[in-house]
C-alpha cells in the first residue's frame, strides 16, 4: 500500500512539473505529457505500468464525459446538430469501415472482424486534445461547437461499433439487421437511463435540505451512478452520462442557486478534471514499453509500418468525410443555405484536421480480451494512430490557423457588446424589484435608497464594502435587510439568465460569465459559516 501510495503520488507531482514546462514551451499539455510518458517508460530500471481498462472505463471516462456535457451549450449543440450528428456517427462508422478493409488487406491473417474491432478502436477523436490546443487560438466559434458536440457522442458510436465487431470475432457471425437494432436500442436506452438518473439527482439537489459541499461531493458520483446504470443492463454508458449531463446543466439554475454552490463546485471539478487528464495522458506515453514488449512474434518495424500507414489513412479519411458533410447537405436543401452561412474551405478542414486520437481509443484496444487473435498488433498499432494524430496533428494544427488565416464563420454579436445587453437587462429586472416589491424600504432604508440610485446611475455594487463595516444593532438590522434585498435580486436576476438562455438571445458563454460575476458579488456578502 505504500508503495502504491508512493508511486501514485510521484506520478501526480510529475504531471504537475511537466504541465508548468508545457506552458512555458506553449505545448498543449495533452500532447506533452504523451512525449514526456514516452520519454520516461524508457528510463532503465523503471518499473512498467499497466493501465487497467477498468480503470480509464469506470474512473476517468464518467467525469470526463459529464464535464464536457455540462460546459456543452444545448442551444449549440441543437443549432448545430446535423454536422456533429454526421461526424460523431457517419464519420465514425465510414472509418470503422475504411480501416477494416485496408488493414484485412494488408496485415496477414487479419479478418475483416477484427478490420471493423480495429476501425471501431480508432475511429473517435479525443476532446480534451483538441480543445486544449484550439482554447488559446481564434478558432470560429462554429468549429469549436461541433467539436465539442462531436466529442460528447462519437466514443458512444465508436464503442457500440466495437462490441459489434468483438462479438462476429467471438462467435463468426455478423446479421447487420440485429446490429443496427442492437445499435439503436444500446443509444436509446442509455439516453433513458441517463435522464431518468438524472432526474432523481435533479429532486435531490432541489428538494432535499443539501449543502455546498453535498452538492459538489454528489456531482461528483452522479456521472458514476449514470454510467453504472446504463452498462448493468448492457446499454451506452457514455450517451447516458452525456444526456443526463445535458439535462442537468440545462438546469442548473433551478437546482444550485446558491453562489457559494456554485463556486465550491467550479473548485472542485477543476481540480478533478486536470488531475484526471494529466494522469490519463502521461499513462499513454508511459505504456509504450509493454505494449512493445507484448508484440510477440510480429517485428516492430512491420508494426509500426502498419500503424504509420493506418495513422495517416484515419487522417484522410476524416478531411475526405468532412468536405462532403459540409456542402452535399447545403447542395441539396435551400432552407441549409438560407439558414447556415457557408462555411468556407477554412472551417471543414480545421475540423478535419483536429481529429487527435486519445483516451478512449487507448482503454478500448486494452479491453480486448489476452488471448484474443493478433491482440498485441492491435494495441501497438492503436498506440502508433494515438501517437501520430495527436502529435503530428496537434503540434501543426496551430500552425495551420495562422496561415490559413480563417475568421468567424457565422454573424456574431463581439462579446463587449452581449456582456453590456445583458448587464443591461439585469439591471432593469433589479430596478423592477425595487420599485414594485421594495417601495417603501427604499425610501425608509438608506442603504436600500442609496442601492436604487445606484442601479438608476449604473454604478458598482456596494455589498463587500457594507460587509466589513462595523455596525451596531439598528445598524447591522439595516445591512441585514440590505443583503436580504440584494439575494432576492440576485435569484431574479438568474431566473432572467435562463430566459435569456432559453430563448437564444445571448450566447451560452457570455451568459456564464455573468452567472458567475452574480455568484461573486452574492459570495461578497455571505457570511463565513454560511451557505
Not at 462532403?324 to 452561412?341: D, W, Y
Amino acid at each position: 500500500m505504500h508503495h502504491t501510495l508512493l508511486l501514485i503520488l510521484s506520478l501526480l507531482f510529475v504531471v504537475f512539473m511537466l504541465v508548468m514546462l508545457g506552458q512555458r514551451l506553449k505545448i498543449s499539455y495533452p500532447i506533452f505529457l504523451v512525449l514526456a510518458g514516452l520519454g520516461i517508460g524508457f528510463i532503465p530500471g523503471l518499473p512498467h505500468i499497466e493501465i487497467d481498462t477498468d480503470m480509464i472505463f469506470l474512473i476517468f471516462l464518467p467525469p470526463l464525459l459529464y464535464e464536457a456535457a455540462w460546459y456543452t451549450s444545448w442551444n449549440d449543440f441543437w443549432k448545430w446538430k446535423r454536422p456533429i450528428m454526421m461526424l460523431a456517427f457517419g464519420a465514425v462508422i465510414f472509418t470503422s469501415c475504411i480501416v477494416a478493409y485496408t488493414s484485412k488487406s494488408m496485415i496477414p491473417g487479419f479478418t475483416l472482424a477484427l478490420g471493423f474491432l480495429l476501425g471501431g478502436i480508432i475511429s473517435p477523436p479525443d476532446s480534451v486534445a483538441a480543445t486544449s490546443v484550439l482554447k488559446h487560438l481564434k478558432v470560429p466559434k462554429r468549429v469549436l461547437t461541433v467539436l465539442e458536440g462531436e466529442s460528447l457522442i462519437n466514443d458512444a458510436s465508436s464503442l457500440i461499433v466495437f462490441r459489434f465487431a468483438m462479438v462476429a470475432v467471438i462467435t463468426g457471425q455478423f446479421v447487420m439487421q440485429k446490429a443496427i437494432g442492437d445499435f439503436f436500442l444500446s443509444a436509446g436506452m442509455g439516453i433513458v437511463i441517463g435522464l431518468a438518473v438524472a432526474h432523481i439527482m435533479y429532486y435531490i439537489h432541489r428538494w432535499l435540505p443539501t449543502t455546498a459541499s453535498i452538492d459538489s461531493a454528489l456531482t461528483v458520483m452522479t456521472p458514476y451512478f449514470m454510467y453504472l446504470a446504463a452498462e448493468q443492463f448492457h446499454y451506452s454508458g457514455v450517451l447516458a452520462v452525456v444526456s443526463g449531463g445535458l439535462f442537468l446543466s440545462y438546469r442548473s439554475h433551478a437546482i444550485f442557486p446558491n453562489g457559494a454552490t456554485r463556486m465550491q463546485m467550479l473548485g472542485v471539478w477543476s481540480t478533478l478534471i486536470f488531475v484526471l487528464n494529466g494522469i490519463i495522458f502521461i499513462l499513454i506515453g508511459l505504456e509504450l514499453p509493454t505494449i512493445i514488449h507484448s508484440l510477440g512474434d510480429y517485428s516492430i518495424a512491420d508494426a509500426i509500418r502498419y500503424g504509420v500507414i493506418i495513422a495517416f489513412l484515419t487522417i484522410l479519411v476524416r478531411l475526405l468525410w468532412v468536405y462532403p458533410g459540409a456542402f452535399i447537405p447545403r447542395m441539396l436543401s435551400k432552407k441549409i443555405r438560407e439558414r447556415e452561412p457557408n462555411p468556407g474551405w477554412k472551417g471543414p478542414l480545421i475540423v478535419g484536421w483536429a481529429g487527435m486520437r486519445g483516451v478512449v481509443s487507448l482503454a478500448s484496444a486494452l479491453s480486448v480480451p489476452l488471448l484474443f487473435p493478433h491482440r498485441n498488433l492491435i494495441l501497438f498499432i492503436t498506440f502508433i494512430v494515438i501517437l501520430v494524430t495527436l502529435v503530428f496533428q496537434g503540434l501543426t494544427l496551430p500552425l495551420l490557423i495562422r496561415i490559413i488565416k480563417i475568421g468567424e464563420i457565422d454573424v456574431i454579436t463581439p462579446a463587449d457588446q452581449q456582456e453590456a445587453g445583458i448587464q443591461l437587462t439585469l439591471m432593469k429586472v433589479a430596478l423592477n424589484i425595487l420599485e414594485e416589491k421594495y417601495a417603501f424600504e427604499a425610501t425608509d432604508n438608506e442603504l436600500i435608497g442609496s442601492l436604487k440610485k445606484n442601479l438608476e446611475n449604473n454604478i458598482q455594487n456596494t455589498g463587500a464594502r457594507l460587509e466589513s463595516l462595523e455596525c451596531s444593532e439598528t445598524e447591522k438590522a439595516e445591512v441585514d435587510l440590505y443583503h436580504a434585498v440584494l439575494r432576492d435580486i440576485y435569484a431574479l436576476q438568474r431566473k432572467e439568465l435562463f430566459q435569456l438562455r432559453r430563448h437564444n438571445v445571448f450566447s451560452d458563454e457570455v451568459i456564464r460569465s455573468q452567472e458567475m460575476q452574480l455568484d461573486l458579488d452574492e459570495m461578497k456578502i455571505m457570511r463565513p459559516g454560511h451557505e
